[in-house]
């Protein structure tokens, strides 16, 4: 009999995608209990069992480079939870505030809506309850709109990368950044503890920007990669930031700078045209947008790190290279988010809208950016500025 229900659960358990999240088991359970008679009790546990078991056979090999490599303590100590923003002192922010030269402003966040490209299943929902939410008050009928949005926070749109969104499984547990886990009693669901984004959000950024521009130096819009070489014309390489930087005439990228990638990419979702376009248009785009993205590859990451900068960032979805199986410039996905966020400490901005930058020909400028103070997230939203 059980070994029958567990073929029954491991049959119903394959056909469903969402059995990871506790509504998704539930959903499992309600249609195993028709089908058996069984209560709810005596088939939880034959679930557990059976995922157990599926888990542990899938179950991927442990990496323990983070611990046999000495990932953590950061530089900064076994207590810092801010990373490379502790670089920052007022001699560099005194220093880039002296590249405001026109008294000009560039926003650099995308908007927010419904309809817009998000890696994998991600979204942002929002509705205003009520129309009006709430009133009337007083003799002059005062009313008032709250607006109510369900998404992924940190992690939609125009996005911040915080201490506790990019981890590594070892043998040990999960690590993340300066040698946490989230098997440590202080990181919970309920928010990441000493992981969560508002201990960078605490210090804020305020720096030298550097725009690399990506589109003029390849003659137009970076491609998405088809090879995991060095020199494909969608990954950028150490030797391909060296050379940007030279052929826009500015001082080479050092300690305290913000550094951010312009590939043309991002453009496929430009704030300015989006709402023009029919469904059908939107679609097309959305797909190509997902499809892969030209970005920072391995190389230009380690050097970028070597070079001390503090935050990294580009107008694609994720910054760095993303060609054949997810790969940069290795056949290993996101390798620059594990060696700058959980290695290094070293924050990433995404999605941003670069474009009025590479316009003006504004390669340095003074950034500045704080994300939300959102106690436990893994990340923020928000509109970096910068001045020129």
């Known amino acids: 009999m059980l070994t029958a229900l567990a073929e029954l659960v491991h049959h119903r358990l394959t056909n469903r995608k969402s059995i990871?999240?506790?509504?998704?088991?539930?959903?499992?359970i309600t249609s195993l209990q028709k089908h058996t008679g069984l209560g709810t009790l005596v088939l939880s546990a034959v679930l557990s069992a059976v995922l157990s078991a599926g888990l542990a056979a899938q179950a991927p090999a442990a990496n323990d480079a983070p611990l046999t490599e000495n990932w953590a303590p950061s530089e900064w100590g076994p207590d810092d939870k801010a990373g490379s923003v502790n670089r920052t002192t007022p001699e560099m922010v005194l220093k880039a505030a002296q590249l405001i030269k026109l008294g000009k402003v560039a926003t650099l966040g995308k908007v927010y809506q419904q309809d817009a490209p998000a890696f994998g299943s991600r979204g942002w929902r929002m509705t205003i309850p009520g129309m009006p939410t709430g009133g009337p008050f007083g003799e002059q009928q005062m009313v008032y709109n709250d607006e109510y949005v369900s998404a992924e926070i940190g992690q939609i749109g125009t996005q911040f990368d915080g201490p506790g969104h990019i981890g590594i499984i070892t043998s040990k547990g999960h690590f993340f950044y300066n040698g946490r886990f989230i098997e440590d009693e202080d990181v919970?669901?309920?928010?990441?503890?000493?992981?969560?984004?508002?201990?960078?959000?605490?210090k804020g950024f305020v720096c030298r920007g550097v725009l690399l521009d990506g589109v003029a130096y390849n003659g137009g819009t970076m491609p998405i990669p088809t090879s995991r070489e060095k020199t494909d014309p969608g990954i950028v390489s150490d030797a391909d930031i060296k050379a940007m930087i030279e052929r826009q005439g500015i001082d080479p990228i050092g300690e305290g700078d913000c550094v951010f990638l312009h590939t043309g990419h991002g453009n496929v979702w430009h704030p300015d045209d989006w709402d023009s376009y029919s469904a059908e248009e939107k679609r097309s785009r959305i797909a190509k947008f997902n499809s892969g993205e030209p970005g920072y590859g391995i190389s230009a990451c380690k050097y970028m790190a070597d070079r001390k900068i503090i935050l990294w960032g580009a107008d694609t979805w994720g910054s760095e290279a993303v060609g054949p199986r997810f790969g940069g410039e290795n056949d290993q996905p996101f390798e620059c988010h594990v060696e700058m966020l959980t290695k290094r400490g070293i924050w990433n901005l995404e999605n941003m809208d670069l474009s009025k930058l590479?316009?003006?020909?504004?390669?340095?400028?003074?950034?500045?950016?704080?994300?939300l103070k959102i106690k436990g997230g893994t990340g923020s939203p928000g509109n970096p500025v910068a001045l020129y």
């Open 358 to 371: 590479a316009e003006e020909k504004v390669y340095e400028f003074l950034f500045v950016w704080s994300p």
């Open 188 to 202: 919970t669901a309920y928010g990441l503890g000493p992981l969560g984004v508002e201990h960078v959000a605490e």
């Open 20 to 28: 990871r999240r506790s509504i998704g088991r539930n959903i499992v």
